[in-house]
């Protein structure tokens, strides 16, 4: 596992087996994590998943909420309300 930086300063792991190294970026590490939690959800709720509440920690910037939201949108996630906490 390798972290780096991109031209714009945005940064991305570099995983997989030397013959395969793929670029993966934090917000697709979070869509796969939030896709995998709603599968679970559905799952074991034996229902539809239509509505999510998503918080996030106080210290995020803007640039962080964002990306946050954009891997919840990947995720296939129906964001009907975020909030922020923290002290």
Known sequence: LQIQ???RGMVYFVV???SNLT???PEDVGAHLLR???QTAIAN???SVTKTVMSVPAE???TQKNYTMK???SAGGLITYT???GC
Do not use: E, I, N, Q
Request: charge should be neutral; aromatic fraction near 4%.
């Open 5 to 7: 930086l991109d031209d």
């Open 16 to 18: 997989g087996p030397p």
């Open 36 to 38: 995998t939690l709603r």
């Open 23 to 25: 670029k993966v970026r």
């Open 83 to 85: 909030t922020t906490v």
């Open 45 to 47: 709720l034996s229902s």
């Open 71 to 73: 891997a919840a949108s």
């Open 60 to 62: 995020f910037v803007d």
